[in-house]
């Protein structure tokens, strides 16, 4: 009887440390998936960093009928953003009547300079200018200006419209990112803008009915005051 009583008060504990273990994880597993969708949803919040962003400029704003508002660039207000990038991706939102080439050049404080020419969509949509892999990588934990001279009448003037943004690079990430939403909210909680938003756009392309996604996009563009362009075709 001694050994049947302890060998049911084992196999009852047993039974009992199985169910608590299978509470706790189906709880753990609950409050995962709650914290998960928390952090895919929370979209609204991106710190205007306008203390760490130089006093910016304006040049040109207006040329005959080329202006430099026919061109926005997807960046808050403080036209500041960080990037784990040594290439990175600038985003703009065209119009259609907007002109079809610019200049696109990267500089620091100091020696890095790299320029190129540009063509622009004849059409309304949002298009991704990226520093090509020919040119010198942006060094870690440094300071860049871009700007985007634009073209007007297929030709450069001291006067010609311009907008410029300021990129802050971060240690480089060489491991290949997981072209997922997950991994644009760690790019997010990283205040990391210039990747975050360049892979929000190509989630856009590549799942344009996933709801979630757009929801993201629309979240995020809303609160830097973007809202206008957030229904503006991604072009290739």
Not at 93 to 116: I, K, M, N, R, W
Not at 140 to 166: A, T, V
Not at 193 to 201: C, G, K, Q, V
Request: charged letters at 15%.
């Amino acid at each position: 009887m001694i050994r049947l009583t302890v060998r049911h008060y084992i196999a009852t504990s047993l039974i009992l440390s199985t169910a608590l273990g299978i509470l706790s994880n189906t709880k753990t597993t609950a409050q995962t998936f709650q914290e998960t969708q928390e952090i895919q949803s929370d979209w609204s919040f991106w710190p205007t960093d306008d203390d760490k962003a130089p006093k910016r400029t304006v040049s040109g704003a207006t040329r005959g009928n080329c202006s430099n508002e026919q061109v926005t660039a997807l960046l808050p207000s403080s036209q500041y953003g960080l990037t784990r990038k040594s290439h990175p991706e600038i985003l703009v939102a065209t119009s259609a009547d907007g002109p079809s080439q610019a200049l696109f050049s990267v500089q620091s404080a100091d020696d890095y300079y790299y320029e190129t020419y540009v063509d622009l969509p004849e059409a309304i949509g949002i298009v991704s200018i990226a520093l090509p892999l020919e040119a010198p990588p942006l060094m870690e934990n440094s300071l860049y200006q871009w700007s985007l001279i634009l073209m007007c009448n297929h030709r450069l003037r001291p006067d010609s419209p311009s907008l410029q943004g300021w990129i802050q690079t971060q240690p480089t990430d060489t491991a290949s990112p997981n072209l997922t939403l997950e991994q644009a909210a760690l790019y997010r909680d990283e205040h990391l803008w210039y990747d975050m938003i360049a892979l929000l756009a190509e989630l856009q392309v590549q799942y344009p009915e996933n709801s979630t996604i757009h929801q993201a996009w629309h979240s995020i563009l809303t609160s830097i005051d973007l809202a206008a362009v957030i229904d503006a075709p991604i072009l290739p």
